[in-house]
């Protein structure tokens, strides 16, 4: 029965359970007004947790943590418990903690108080606190049970400390607990995230009794740490045992593809899913609709939007901004703007899609519109742009060629106080390499270095390319020699900066060198070697390369590397030769091929195939006004005055404007761009100097093969 005391703060209290606040159940009010000293203690408590359970607000929860207080139930452990949770649940973390803390000290001998307080911190992740909290239980001669210990290992991987987690580790076996499922689930978990799949794999293997969550466990963190290979070995072992692989296992395997760049294979383990009849889960389709994005096929977007509609998952937020992002880096900006207007609840991501879609899709204009409506929204603060929405414009306008406006919106960004990251500062690298702002690149590696972003791998390879591109490059091989952890774009980088400074043989030596640190030759890499080679003059050295393209490295000629080819036999005079690679080539040649021979044909005044070229070029119905220019000059220069007309009223007829080529050169950190026609300020005085150059040029005798 209860006290009398008890049932005198009760009757004094002033809320007295208000029926317009909370929606008791009749009966329980009925027994506080009417049979009050009818009910034992433990039907008090027992409807209290009733309640308790009922409660949907902070109010509520008030309400009867107040009501427990005047009864005297909140000196049950059982309760306290159950307010630990119900306030943790509400996100309310620093009231469940004071109602651990003003428990009754015999209280604190319950397990399910312990528990309470230290799911309350793990599920918010106040994980510092979870291992004090285990600290002083163990000091009170509390022991931890199954639901204690995947809590505090969960806590401690997130903490990243591997001492820590190998002493947690001690603690299961010395208590016994290394055989309980739940608990050794989460010690593989934990060994997962901290890296050390040799470990989780000792785990895993001394399980008794394995369940699909234990197996789950290992697929998921081969994909967490980027082994495709173990997880699919995992994943056919499972098969192998018996065990049928549920939506978590295919998700986490079809991550670890999508994880390690594997894209077509992810599809393709999509598709084999769909044929074993197992229905797509939301995170599963989340998953493929990143890799649609990467591979910006559209077709395949559209057969998983179709999924995503059948599945019901429509409504869901994360589903609808990968799906505009699937549909904007796919080209197809009116469906994706058309998912963003239909959107009724937006969060930032969403935004952000439609951003990255507009400046992947050379829309700048459209992608700082939108930018410009975010940024003066003023509705909530996580609203605001982030590091992701000023990259993606910055991304934008530099991949357009548009390096000042690029910079400008960089220059806004630091006076947000937006702290840039990898991604920017890469893109800003690229607009100094495209406008050979050498000063600024130098002042941004400054910056780099006091962020202590020098060691990130897209830093180090833009740093690589502005240097090498602004014709510093020494700093370019010094930050390269720096990289510990180098990828192909590094050694590509190296490679095309010793091709632009014409060192083909330290181009070649580099090639060498990526091939014996055990990286294998791109698309790419080829191209920048076969253009040093054609700077440096290396013919024998480039035909080598073009016959192990295919031969060793399973690689077909593209386009570019036949232009190479062609510019590289041109300069040394085997016109006749290149024209037979571009008669030979099984595919239909460009312009820029055609262009690099004519260009040959120029050099070296071989008006025959000039004349052959000429036609080719003619017949492409070219858009490229070089090509153009530089037929209508070899004509020229034949005396073809006719035909040299006819090209350039074919020109004008087709709409091309000629170009001016352009020079800038930065002085007191301020770039000055020179265009042919531009009447530039001060440049009475350059010609005056020039002239006086070559007048002392005229009075000294030089080497005939320095002048050239």
Sequence with gaps: MLYASSYQRFKSASFCFPQSSINFPFHFRFYFKSHLFSITYDELLDSFDHLLRQCSGTQHCKQVHSATVVTGAC??????????????????????????????????????????????????????????????????GVLGDGFTFPLVLRASSNLGSFNLCKNLHCHVVQFGFQNHLHVVNELIGMYAKLGRMGDAQKVFDKMRLKSV??????????????????????FLKMESEGVEPNPVTWTSLLSSHARCGHLEGTMALFSRMRMKGIGATAEMLAVVLSVCADLATLDRGQMIHGYIIKGGFEDYLFAKNALITVYGKGGDIRDAEKLFHEMEVKNLV????????????????????????????????????????????????????????????????????????SVTISSVFSVCAMLAALNLGREMHGHVIRALMDDNILVGNGLINMYTKCG??????????????????????????????????????????????????????????????????????????FDQMLQNFRIKPQMEHYACMVDLLGRAGLIEEASNIVKGMPIQPNAYVWSALLNSCRMH?????????ALQISNLNSEIIGSHMLLSNIFAACSRWEDSARVRILARTKGLMIVPGRSWIEVKKKVYMFKAGNSIEGLEKVDEILHDLALQIEGHDFDDSIIE
Aim: with cysteine; charged share 20%; proline share 2%.
């Design 350 to 421: 969403s935004w952000n899609a439609l951003i990255s879609s507009y400046a992947e899709s050379g829309l700048c204009d459209k992608a700082f519109e939108v930018f410009s409506q975010l940024e003066k929204m003023d509705v909530y603060p996580e609203m605001k742009p982030n590091v992701i929405t000023w990259s993606a414009v910055i991304c934008g306008f530099a991949s357009k060629g548009l390096g000042e406006e690029s910079l400008e919106v960089f220059r806004q960004m630091q006076l947000a106080d937006v702290k840039a990251n």
């Design 213 to 234: 969550v234990s197996w789950n466990t290992m697929v998921s963190g081969f994909a967490y740490n980027y082994d495709v290979d173990g997880a699919s070995r995992m």
């Design 75 to 140: 000196c049950s452990a059982f309760v306290a418990a159950r307010l630990v949770s119900v306030y943790a649940r509400s996100g309310l973390v620093f009231d469940a903690r004071k109602v651990f803390d003003t428990a009754p000290f015999e209280g604190l001998s319950n397990l399910l108080l312990w528990n309470s307080i230290i799911r309350a911190n793990v599920s918010h992740g106040y994980c510092g606190e979870v291992l004090q909290l285990y600290g002083k239980m163990r000091r009170l």
């Design 472 to 545: 510093n490059f020494k700093p370019g091989c010094l930050v390269f020699e720096k990289l510990e952890n180098r990828d192909l774009i590094s050694w590509n980088s190296m490679i095309a900066g010793y091709g632009f400074h014409g060192l083909g043989k330290d181009a070649l030596t580099a090639f060498d060198q990526m091939i014996k640190s055990g990286f294998i030759p791109d698309d790419v890499t080829f191209i920048a070697a076969l253009s040093a080679c054609s700077h440096a003059g290396l013919v024998a050295e480039g035909r080598w390369l």
């Design 605 to 613: 005044k071989d008006t025959d195939i000039a004349e052959e070229t």
